[in-house]
């Protein structure tokens, strides 16, 4: 076999093993058919090639010839395929996708004329090379053309990729090259110019740069990728040697009929025993891990961050076998090591918060391998990383988040017998450490020996969100059907029934329906995100003041109050200039201006319900007024209910005083809105006048700049 043809045998098994490597651990993920298609291309050139150098009859070397360039044309395509959906711009550049495809089924369309190949003849050391024919000159130009697009692209989202991806990006553009490089060996002949394809067996190496940035990057376990290496080349060895030594020896019926005998059954047998490889070498991990997340459970039964700490330090080492730990938390100003046992020694006692090591965690909320993250530190804090992670002896840092907040990190040495963490186990450590977040968190709070001010209010936010759950249920459920009803409508309008008999002006005619159904489907859709997110933001605690627009407060309250006094008709004023904005706790004036309108509607139905009250053309109507008075905002917010009668005005902001009546009211409202309004640095007043209305004016800092 010469050195030509074994090339094309390289290329051919190394394609297909790790087409179906990386295929099966993801075939739902873009990147990773895409990359199968890639290589099951590669694997057809591959084949076609090494058919073409084995050839001894000039018809044979004219077939094969031609059934390469079915490869080759696609090479390139399937390849820029992949990197588009490596870079996640498959929607923006799906004009452009199928664009070179349609090229690519042109091309092979003159791949069966002789105007692309045109005959086979001598060339330099080879008896049978392609000779082009007249299509072949301007598809080589465009094949070039994506060759080097494609050069170009990957190298434009190295420069812009950080961390790890663009450490794989890196493997990714070097192996681009190299098989490239590789590949135009194979054209200068094509032309008459006196240049071998030494570089051929280049596709092999560009393919196993890729692999070790698969292996290296922790795409998948290293021990899996290596049992299924060694799995895939024996099956596959002897599914291709067997015919390839029949071929060689003349008996070419008998080598198709073995190739076909044994072709049938490797994909089964390799699956096969890959699952037996797979099951053997995990499943003590596995065991691992699932007595892990149980024993994780336990957590909640701790109430003090001390009992929580040497807990999660005792299953992490008994469980994981870590041969070191260490677990920080957060007091403020600096990650303090409250436990580092299991040969803990060497942690540094405190890490500063501000720290460039801290702040990626809290950008990337996920478990980070030590040694692939040193490879991040030039964009990440340069020589202050490097020196903190010289001093940690860890091999795995595990962060322990609630929201965006940064509670803790918990530092893991290796495992005993030099045991790599594999992905499995830090999609374990995902989950426990939020778990141990939610516990820490659970147990600051039951530590203290009393609720802050703003922890009160929250709960009574909480439950008021109780109250509300019933009916935003409802509301959801009515927008939802909505959509139902819209997404049933088209399915009726362009069955298959209607699509083949409906005339063009039926079809229109549906379609100016359609389009307005997608309006109404698109408003409830809105509606209910409006809702989903004012729910959101009403349950958040909150402590830090921080810049909010005054209009997002009104609105997120008032989808909350509709929500609550559900069909009620009322009319909303609202007169403030749109860029006003507040420098205040979110949560707490969320609260603040809630309570507001949720008091006037109470005010007016209990005004539409006394007969004392003249009603008249009475429309129910709330008022928000708001304007810049220098560095604070005067906010006037009024409705048109009862009001309060002068004998109870100077019991408003009395706690549990209320007019609502004992079933409906706890007298806190107003009392708790003075309290809020207060610690946000504002301050408020209430006038009133009985079976006229009230008056709520708040004074509140106003902020810098706009949101």
Not at 632 to 658: R, S
Request: charged share 20%.
């Amino acid at each position: 076999m010469s050195f030509w043809a074994f090339s094309g045998l390289v290329n051919l098994v190394t394609s297909v093993f790790l087409g179906i490597l990386v295929f099966s651990r993801g075939p739902r993920e873009s990147k990773n058919y895409t990359f199968g298609l890639f290589c099951l291309v590669t694997a057809a050139w591959s084949f076609a090639y090494l058919f073409w150098q084995l050839s001894a009859e000039h018809d044979r070397a004219l077939f094969w010839a031609r059934a390469l360039m079915f490869g080759g044309i696609f090479v390139p395509i399937c390849y820029f395929h992949h990197l588009i959906a490596l870079a996640g711009e498959r929607g923006r550049l799906q004009w452009f996708i199928r664009s070179i495809y349609v090229f690519g089924f042109l091309s092979l369309l003159a791949d069966c004329t002789p105007y692309f190949i045109k005959d086979v003849s001598a060339r330099e050391l080879f008896r049978f090379w392609p000779d082009p024919g007249l299509l072949f000159y301007p598809f080589v130009v465009i094949w070039f053309a994506l060759c080097l697009g494609e050069t170009v692209y990957i190298f434009y989202h190295l420069k812009r990729a950080r961390g790890v991806q663009a450490e794989q990006l890196k493997y990714v553009f070097i192996g681009t090259v190299i098989g490239w490089g590789g590949a135009f060996t194979n054209y200068p002949l094509w032309f008459g110019i006196p240049i071998p394809p030494v570089g051929n067996i280049g596709v092999s190496v560009y393919l196993l740069v890729v692999a070790y940035a698969i292996a290296r990057y922790r795409l998948m376990d290293i021990r899996v990728a290596m049992s299924s290496a060694g799995i895939f080349l024996g099956i596959y060895s002897l599914t291709f040697g067997v015919p390839f030594l029949l071929y060689a020896r003349g008996s070419h019926l008998a080598a198709l009929l073995t190739a076909i005998a044994l072709a049938t059954p490797a994909p089964f047998l390799y699956n096969r025993l890959k699952k037996q490889a797979e099951d053997k070498i995990l499943s003590a991990e596995r065991a691992d891990q699932e007595v892990l997340l149980g024993a994780s459970k336990g957590l909640s039964k701790h109430k003090t961050v001390d009992e929580i700490v040497k807990f999660v330090c005792f299953i992490f080492g008994r469980i994981l076998k870590a041969r070191s730990l260490a677990f920080y938390l957060n007091d403020g100003d600096t990650l303090v090591l409250h436990d580092a046992s299991l040969n803990g020694a060497g942690f540094p006692k405190e890490i500063p918060a501000g720290h460039p090591l801290t702040g990626f965690f809290k950008l990337f909320n996920q478990p980070q391998n030590i040694d692939e993250f040193k490879q991040t530190r030039s964009i990440l804090g340069g020589a202050e990383i490097t020196e903190l992670l010289a001093r940690i002896p860890a091999q795995l840092a595990v962060p322990v988040m609630r929201g965006d907040k940064l509670i803790g990190l918990i530092f893991l040495g290796a495992k005993e017998e030099d045991q790599a963490y594999s992905m499995r186990d830090m999609e374990v450590l995902g989950v426990i450490s939020d778990q141990v977040a939610l516990a820490v968190e659970n147990a600051g709070y039951l530590e203290m020996t009393k609720k802050d001010f703003i922890e009160v209010m929250h709960d009574r936010r909480l439950k008021d969100i109780g109250i509300l759950g019933s009916t935003i249920s409802h509301q959801m459920c009515n927008r939802l059907q909505r959509v139902t009803l819209g997404v049933g409508m088209f399915k009726v309008n362009f069955n298959e029934e209607a699509l083949a008999n409906d005339s063009r002006e039926q079809l229109v005619a549906k379609l100016r329906e359609t389009y307005e159904d997608m309006n109404v489907i698109e408003r409830n859709a809105v509606s209910a995100a409006e809702i989903s997110d004012a729910l959101k933001t009403f349950s958040k605690p909150g402590v830090d003041p921080a810049v909010v627009a005054f209009r997002r407060l009104i609105k997120i309250a008032r989808d909350l109050v509709d929500a609550k006094h559900k069909q009620f008709v009322y009319e909303f004023i609202a007169e403030f200039p749109q860029d006003l904005v507040l420098y205040v706790n979110e949560p707490s004036m969320q609260d603040v201006f809630f309570n507001a309108f949720d008091n006037g509607l109470d005010a007016i139905k209990m005004k539409m319900n006394d007969p004392a009250a003249r009603l008249e053309g009475f429309r129910p109507r709330i008022t928000v007024r708001a304007r810049k008075q220098g560095e604070k905002a005067l906010i006037e917010i009024e409705d048109n209910g009862i009001g309060f009668k002068p004998e109870d005005q100077d019991k408003m902001f009395i706690p549990f005083f209320t007019t609502k009546g004992s079933d409906k009211g706890t007298g806190l409202g107003l009392h708790a809105m003075r309290e809020l309004v207060r610690r946000n640095g504002g301050a408020i007043d209430i006038a009133s006048e009985y079976l006229q209305g009230v008056k709520v004016a708040i004074t509140l800092p106003v902020a810098d700049g706009k949101v």
